[in-house]
């Protein structure tokens, strides 16, 4: 196999507290194929956003990559200078935000805004530039693009101006794009024709997708690999068909057995959802062991006292639970 | 055939916005002709994208936004000419966001107390009671009632608000999207305590745009786009044939993950839902519609019987599906 675009290898990010400094990810590690598609799933608090930050080098005090390596194309980033990374995002990785209008800036139009990727990566005069952000909203299929160059974030809706924030993202042909997100605050009809649009510019432009998401459902649609965070690491990796059909970390499993499916009622009747017990744990609160034990209800002594190992599953999967099914 | 709980008929609830400064007043008609039962026992569910007007239907039906015209009937009996108080101890409501809609500065206590105080309970060993056990019920423990809502996750925060809901022992619960502020390994034991409308003879109005909890729970359903119901019938009817092509629509939007396959593209809709301010004429889907036709443009379709108990307002509701 070639090498892989992207590859995260034992990340680990502290939090720094008052007194004492949490370890918010740890032991983070998979890799992204060129044009392959790869979603991490969590809930919030699990580590999934600021993961995405650190492979931007984006990750701020109180937050601090603590170890690890991150290699994007044979080429160790997680030590680039502010400069180099400057150069790197937008240009190589682009990253599309969950709230477009808070990602944009209101005082700038939309046109302008696309047009300085071109001036800043590109060289391209602004006359130029922006020629090609009218194309490039074009492409998102924002309707008559000539006109809404000039429009302001406010003045586009919800939709619209995720497809201005694809088109930034996308302005420079990166090799990844991360995704944190992109349509948690769109409404459902419009979800989809996002993440039709996000998918199939990127399979023509052949970019790599790390996407981000509290959905299940949405990233295995989208992506060929799937892994799932739970306080602050990941418990299993699969590819996206087997993770529902076979999940083997009980977190997975509660996670695939707790949504009610659509036409489940009409095959089965109306039945009791299975819960998972207990609230996800805070930070400051990370039990010992593995860290879902105090929900899991296959748990033993080795669980509260030992974090399980990695096992390996066919095809690059992988779980980390010592009674994996 | 049963007398309804609830019965809305041919409601509308209109705003007024802008002002002589802004180019003139508009009218936003956020519910416009709305008609619908609930019966007793029943949960219907209320599906719908942001700005379609189901929150503002709710309350309207909870008394707290006078509608413009059409009426609200609860047991047969006008709510404008009811008791604000007998109201409340019919109809009480779920909300969305469990951190907004709790006050920080009343313990539980206090929160689920109150109610039962206003309303004529004031034995105190009765309201301690009555307090404790509703706790119990949602699933809380009952010596936590001293706490304030801070000390409390998503999940328990929300419980409380359905206790808050349940306490004066409503017919009706409107939920407005009780579990989409929720973590996901959450939301299965909030949809469960549900079942306690066996318990306690309730009936719910379910209002979400999560189609798999909108099946899951309800017994009939109610689809609704800028302000109109365009189809409405049994779950199964709605899910398994359903004749609008914005129902058509929604159910394709969906991800199934246990089905990876792409949702055929026809069913889909394009572009975005229109502003309520300045709607499409005629059918408001028409813009979006897959089956869009002259005759969508110029004439408004009705709400039309397909089978006994659902029905669509789609000029093709026979041709869809």
Sequence with gaps: MSTPLLTVDDLHIALAGDKTTYGAVEKVSFEIGRGEAFGLVGESGCGKSITALAIMG?????????????????????????????????????????????????????????????????????????????????????PSPERRIRDYPHQLSGGMRQRVMIAIALACGPELLIADEPTTALDVTVQAEIIDLMAELCAAKGTAILMISHDLGLVANMCRRVAVMYAGRIVESQVAGAIFATPRHPYTQGLVDSLPRLGERSRRGQQRLREISGVVPSIAAYPGGCRFNPRCPAVTDICRSTAPDITPLPADGLVRCHHHG | MAEPLLKLDDLAVHFTVGGALRGGTKILKAVDGVSLDVKPGECLGLVGESGCGKSTLALAIMGLIPPTHGGIALNGQAISGRDRMATARTVQMVFQDPYASL???????????????????????????????????????????????????????????????????????????????????IRAQIINLLDLKEEMGLSYIMISHDLGVVEHVSDRVAVMYLGRIVEQGGWQEIFEDPRHPYTRALIAAIPDPFHLVAASATAKARGEIASALNPPPGCHFNPRCPMKADRCVSEVPTLEAVAAGHRAACHFRDRVG
């Design chain 2, 103 to 185: 006050n920080p500065r009343q313990t539980v206590r206090r929160t689920l107390a109150d109610p039962l105080r206003l309303h004529g309970v004031t034995n105190r060993s009765e309201v301690d009671q009555r307090v404790a056990d509703m706790m119990a019920k949602v699933g809380l423990r009952p010596d936590h009632a001293d706490r304030y809502p801070h000390e409390f996750s998503g999940g328990q925060r929300q419980r409380i608000g359905i206790a808050r809901a349940l306490i004066l022992r409503p017919k009706l619960v409107i939920c407005d999207e009780p579990v989409s502020a929720l973590d996901v390994s």
């Design chain 1, 58 to 142: 984006l990750l701020r005090r109180p937050l601090s990559l603590s170890g690890g390596r991150i290699v994007l194309d044979g080429e160790e980033i997680q030590d680039a200078s502010a400069a180099e990374m400057r150069r790197l995002r937008g240009k190589r990785i682009a990253m599309i935000f969950q709230e477009p209008m808070t990602a944009l800036n209101p005082l700038s139009p939309v046109g302008r805004q696309i047009a300085e990727m071109f001036v800043l990566h590109q060289g391209a005069s602004w006359n130029e530039a922006m020629d090609r952000a009218e194309d490039a909203l074009r492409q998102v299929r924002v």
